[in-house]
């Protein structure tokens, strides 16, 4: 134990016999009332007496101001150097919680009261004690305790010095020890921080997934575009007008994307600076196909519902899924025949989303487009594995489902989310 940590923890003690004070002199004067005999700041029995009176008070104090657990929290964290750290206090403000708050409240304030006492007092006496061989005025008066020969007084107020110091050690320890299992985390409060983190995943997991989509999608089709105006540079110059004009309306879609999503971040950490709301079938899906057409791939849209009244989470998850979609079929099967039909249901009450593309020769037995991989809906290749579990996630959030596998002609994406 090194000397910082033996005075931050005697510091912690000083602080409990502070607190200390104020019922130690309510108690006086309630004995004073009793007993005008009573005369605490002379007596040390009466001293005691009080002492233990006050006990009982300081451990009621925790039980009536839950607000005691998380000010004790923050010293003890501060100054009793818990061994492995102690966490924040939680807002658990059961009885339970409240009364191990006041088994250790007791405990710092009654040892703090007994450290504070001896600070006070053996100081003095030690420097007396050292002092007197080497005055005289101290070896002739009546000392009462202090009064030993002179020879041994040194060796005593050190060792007086060494106890003092030892028994503040001691209490700090035992104070240190004891504070992670009275003010540590109750069941409560683990189970509040776990939803916490779990609503923190669920968050960032939701975000990588915008990420994924979005930037994923606008990279495959700029990279369709730039192969295929590559391709004809030097005989169609109007195509390659056209692709490029068709890569910049992509990329400015995907950075207005990834500023929404980096806004959001933003938002979460404490900063909320104005940035573009997420995009959504009401008003992005026109734009999106245009996209996806203009990289090549022919798309069939039908879309019979309508789109405005859709809740806005339900649009806004449709959306990445229909990117999402789109975005496998320019990876995995490239700019082939793709049919999209978006339903509401009304015996269900859920929006269908189907998602059909035709496989190029070249991609049967392999990656298929809106499946993007295997039988078991994973991605491969430019997905990492990310999309079809994003968006099968997407659908579970809202309560829907989603599936993606192969059929006669190709590949198929569905997807239902109740409304």
Same mark, same amino acid.
């Given at each position: ?147 030993? +020969? %002179? ?7 050190? /060792? $007086? @010095? =060494?106890?003092?110091? &030892? *028994?503040? !050690? #001691? ?105 573009? +709301? %997420? ?7 026109? /734009? $999106? @196909? =245009?996209?996806?057409? &203009? *990289?090549? !791939? #022919? ?115 569905? /997807?239902? @989310?109740?409304?």
């Amino acid at each position: 134990m090194s000397a910082a940590v033996v005075r931050l923890r005697w510091a912690h003690l000083l602080v409990g016999g502070a607190l200390l004070m104020p019922y130690f002199l309510l108690v006086s004067v309630a004995l004073q009332v009793v007993d005008h005999d009573v005369d605490t700041f002379r007596s040390p029995a009466w001293q005691v007496t009080a002492y233990l009176l006050a006990l009982p008070l300081v451990a009621v104090t925790p039980l009536v101001f839950p607000m005691v657990r998380t000010l004790e929290t923050s010293a003890a964290q501060a100054l009793c150097r818990v061994p492995g750290g102690l966490p924040p206090a939680g807002r658990d403000r059961s009885w339970p919680a409240r009364r191990r708050t006041a088994g250790w409240f007791t405990l710092h304030v009654g040892l703090g009261a007994l450290v504070s006492g001896a600070t006070l007092a053996v100081p003095p006496m030690a420097v007396v004690l050292l002092a007197t061989p080497f005055w005289s005025a101290l070896r002739e008066r009546d000392r009462g305790l202090l009064a030993v +020969p %002179a020879w041994i007084a040194p060796p005593l107020g050190l /060792a $007086l @010095l =060494a106890a003092l110091t &030892a *028994a503040a !050690a #001691a209490a700090g320890l035992l104070l240190a020890r004891a504070a992670p299992a009275l003010l540590g985390p109750t069941p409560a409060d683990r189970l509040a921080a776990a939803e916490e983190r779990a609503a923190d995943l669920a968050r960032r997991n939701r975000l990588a997934r915008d990420l994924h989509d979005s930037v994923g999608h606008a990279l495959s089709a700029v990279t369709l575009q730039a192969g295929a105006a590559r391709r004809v540079f030097d005989r169609d110059p109007e195509f390659v007008r056209e692709a490029l004009a068709a890569i910049e309306g992509t990329t400015r879609s995907a950075v207005a994307e990834l500023d929404t999503v980096l806004g959001l971040l933003r938002q979460e950490d404490g900063d909320a600076p104005g940035h573009a +709301p %997420a995009p959504d079938l009401a008003r992005d899906l026109d /734009a $999106l @196909l =245009a996209r996806t057409r &203009a *990289a090549g !791939a #022919a798309v069939r849209a039908r879309v019979e519902a309508d789109t405005a009244a859709l809740p806005g989470p339900v649009s806004r998850e449709a959306y990445r899924i229909v990117q999402e979609g789109l975005g496998n079929v320019l990876r995995h099967a490239g700019p082939v025949p793709v049919r999209l039909r978006i339903t509401v249901a009304d015996e269900s009450g859920e929006l269908r989303i189907v998602l059909e593309n035709d496989v190029a020769e070249t991609a049967r037995g392999t990656d298929g487009g809106a499946g993007g991989g295997t039988d078991r809906g994973t991605d491969r290749g430019a997905g990492g594995g990310r999309g079809l579990h994003g968006v099968a996630e997407r659908a579970r959030l809202l309560g829907g489902s989603a599936a993606a596998g192969p059929y006669e002609q190709g590949w198929r994406l569905t /997807a239902r @989310l109740p409304l």
